[in-house]
């Protein structure tokens, strides 16, 4: 079993093998590169070496040859979230297309939906060209509706996809086509989606860290930044040094950043946790068909999805533990028996043909949920600060189109983007505690109440509608 956090509790130096099946399992050398000693001038600082602040790199540096970009990353290139994730380059943005219209207007949440399919395919290209070995696969996304209670969800979508003009990347299936696909249990329809893809995260993450230093930027691990000190000066400052910067500071710390004074409200940490079954075998996949390895995911308002890995595995992903008063991120949170207990069962009522299947790994990690769900991306010229952040459980296409948004920004070339909602001075902010607690914790619990409802046939709880408008944007 996994020690789900990747932290030591032994005061032992990390074993970053421990932190995910992908890091397990990542083909790249996962020994921590030097922290940054002493003071260093560079044209431009950045935070984080996850997706974030790694794209934002490659694009700066391939770009502008001549460009100076120094990362600090306080763990591993791929420690957070990138290098946790379920492996969806998915197709979809955080923030709903109906929420999108609404907000925006049809044309801006079109060219929104369209931008992403665009990062779906740009990933694929830096993977090729850098020779990154992703297990980049173009297979699509298939969302289900288990049970006739989530069938709604999934027709409202699509309807909402014609009226975008965006129907032909997008198929509904009736249940006897939906089963024809993949056999498991309690599938009343589905939709597929063309253009997403599937990858292995840990290796794509180290591969664009080395992309990153193949085009001459500098990256410092085992260097936590404790001050960011924005201004005509900005510097970043880790205990043992400080890194200035010329042009731009980043903070592309996602989740993390809650630890940090100016970003403490801007998203919430919430746990995301996975299980992952042994290899299958051929007749267990024979049984379950699945052969097109789509994206498959439920309407559960708790959030699942599968993913089938290259070496014919099982991942199953949802929403993890509660969330934590003040915001506070606990690596021992991740260590929640019961939680992956109650995940295995969930696959086992997937595909009850799994029933002695063995589970070879669980682990969590930390995602950013912003107030309105909306990702972030902002460059202050006058104070040099740079910023992308909030892509709650669909960041990896998304941080691609936010790194590429903001190297444009801060070299003031264009991307194309600037026209994006998430291109924005700032974020809202979450409520101060106590409330931010009381109501998270009360969504997520009704929440679990309404898929357990759902699930079993029974009417939704009566306070569904509250929590729903809590938790929309
Ligand atoms: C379990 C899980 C499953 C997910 N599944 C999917 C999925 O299938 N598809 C999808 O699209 N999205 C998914 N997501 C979300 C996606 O992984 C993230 O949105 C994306 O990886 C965010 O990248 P990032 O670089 O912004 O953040 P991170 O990957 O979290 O990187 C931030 C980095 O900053 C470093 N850092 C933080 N603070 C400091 C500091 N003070 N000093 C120095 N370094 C610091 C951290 O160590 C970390 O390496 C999932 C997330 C989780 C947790």
Request: one cysteine or more.
């Amino acid at each position: 079993m996994f020690d789900a956090s990747g932290a030591s509790a032994t005061g032992q130096p990390h074993d970053y093998r421990q932190t995910s099946f992908w890091l397990a399992t990542s083909t790249d050398d996962l020994t921590p590169r030097a922290p940054l000693r002493g003071t260093l001038t560079v044209d431009v600082a950045i935070l984080g070496g996850g997706f974030s602040g790694l794209w934002t790199a490659y694009y700066l540096l391939r770009d502008n040859p001549s460009i100076e970009v120094a990362i600090l990353e306080k763990e591993i290139c791929g420690f957070g979230a990138s290098g946790r994730n379920g492996g969806w380059c998915s197709t979809r943005f955080p923030v709903t297309t109906n929420a999108l219209i609404r907000r925006f207007g049809a044309s801006r949440a079109r060219e929104t939906i369209l931008a992403v399919h665009e990062a779906v395919e740009e990933v694929g290209r830096v993977v090729a060209l850098e020779e990154i070995d992703a297990h980049y696969r173009k297979t699509g996304v298939l969302s289900v509706a288990r049970g006739a209670a989530q069938l709604p969800a999934i027709h409202a979508e699509y309807r909402t996809y014609e009226q975008l003009g965006l129907g032909a990347q997008n198929r509904l299936l009736d249940a006897a086509e939906a089963y024809e696909r993949i056999r498991a249990t309690n599938l009343s329809g589905a939709m597929l989606t063309s253009g997403g893809a599937t990858l292995q995260p840990a290796n794509l993450v180290r591969g664009l860290a080395r992309a990153v230093e193949r085009c001459g930027g500098v990256i410092f691990e085992g260097s936590e930044v404790t001050r960011i000190e924005p201004g005509e000066q900005p510097s970043l400052s880790t205990a043992s040094g400080t890194l200035r910067a010329r042009k731009a500071i980043v903070a592309a710390g996602e989740a993390y950043l809650a630890h940090l004074p100016q970003f403490h409200r801007t998203v919430l940490p919430l746990t995301s946790m996975i299980v992952l079954t042994e290899p299958l075998t051929h007749a267990q996949w024979q049984e379950i068909g699945w052969q097109g390895g789509e994206g498959l995911s439920s309407q559960a308002k708790t959030t699942n999805y599968l993913t089938r890995t290259l070496d014919g595995r099982i991942l199953y992903g949802s929403r993890g533990a509660p969330y934590l008063f003040g915001s506070r991120i606990s690596d021992p949170a991740l260590r929640n028996d019961a939680i992956y207990e109650a995940m295995r069962t969930k696959v086992r009522g997937w595909f009850p043909i799994l029933q002695d299947v063995r589970f070879t790994h669980a682990w969590g990690g930390y995602l950013g949920m912003p107030r309105d769900w909306m990702p972030t991306v902002s460059f202050d010229r006058s104070s040099k600060m740079g910023r992308l952040q909030g892509y709650t459980g669909r960041g990896v296409s998304t941080t691609n189109l936010a790194g590429r948004l903001l190297a444009g920004l801060i070299t003031q070339s264009s991307s194309g983007l600037e026209g994006l909602p998430l291109h924005r001075p700032r974020m809202p902010l979450w409520e101060v505690e106590p409330m931010r607690w009381a109501a998270v914790r009360y969504v997520q619990n009704a929440f679990a109440r309404i898929d357990e409802a759902e699930e079993a046939g029974e009417r939704r709880p009566w306070d569904a509608p509250l929590a729903n408008y809590l938790a929309s944007a």
